[in-house]
Structure formats: structure tokens, C-alpha cells
């Protein structure tokens, strides 16, 4: 016996919904990690051999991660000291610090904002241990493929 075109469809489009359901992840899971490097700001000198980016990739590691406002203080501290060892330039390490610390709250609508990894309205949520392992193993996938940290702009 032969199935009518309507039993058809609606047994394609519960097929199509199940397979969505199986491969979507919820709404309110933790994104790939996903770098710029240096956001809005320059990733090396342009007149020196210093680079900084591997800062800043370290840096967005974090932010996509998200975490309490200590975490996020901890994160923007790392950074200024990491450009500050690349550039051997303190007034660079501050701005940068000084930049991170008033436009990557996880308030602003950015795609570098604290907690970017999360849907927008996270906020500074301590992760739970399920959220820790989740974003640790997300880190160690991205980290077997880029294993310097670099900047690939």
C-alpha cells in the first residue's frame, strides 16, 4: 500500500525536525571558541618586531569562557603583564588594560564582550563543573589545532 503524499511529507518533516533536535545544541550552551586576536586594536608593531597577539588570544580565551568579575579582573591583569613581556612598553600594557577593562564588559551587545562564548545576558555566572568541563574541552580541541596561540588576520 502506498502512502499518500500528505503521510509522506509529514514523515520527511518529522525526520528533518528529529535530526535538528539531535545535532542543535541548547540554547544556552557554550559556543566554539572563536578569536580576532586584538578585537579593535592593532595585534603587533608596525614599527618593531614586537607581537602581542598570543596575548590577546590568551585573553579571548577567557572572555569567550566568562566567568565571576574576579575572573574577568585576573584575565585583563594576565593580559597587561603578557604585553607588557612582548612590547617591553608599559604605556601599551595600560592601554590595553585600560581598554579591555571599559569596553569588555559582558553588558555590551560585542562579540568580545565577557562570556562571549554564552548567549548574550550571562553576565559574571561562575560556571558550573559541567560548564568547566564542557569549556575545557572546547579549549583542548581549539589548543590541538593551534598550539601557539597566533593570530591568523
Known sequence: ?????RTTLLAVLAAALLGACATTP????LAPFTTDGCSMFPDR????????CSCCVAHDLAYWRGGTAEERLAADQALQA????ASNNAA?????????????GPYFHTSYRWAYGWPYGRGYEPLSPEERAAAAALQAQYLAGNPALS???
Request: aromatic share 6%.
Open 82 to 85: 603578557c604585553v607588557l613581556r
Open 26 to 29: 541548547p540554547p544556552d550552551a
Open 1 to 5: 500500500m502506498q502512502a499518500s503524499p
Open 45 to 52: 608593531s608596525a614599527l618593531s618586531a614586537a607581537d602581542w
Open 151 to 153: 593570530c591568523n588576520k
Open 92 to 104: 601599551l600594557a595600560d592601554l590595553m588594560f585600560a581598554g579591555v577593562r571599559s569596553g569588555g
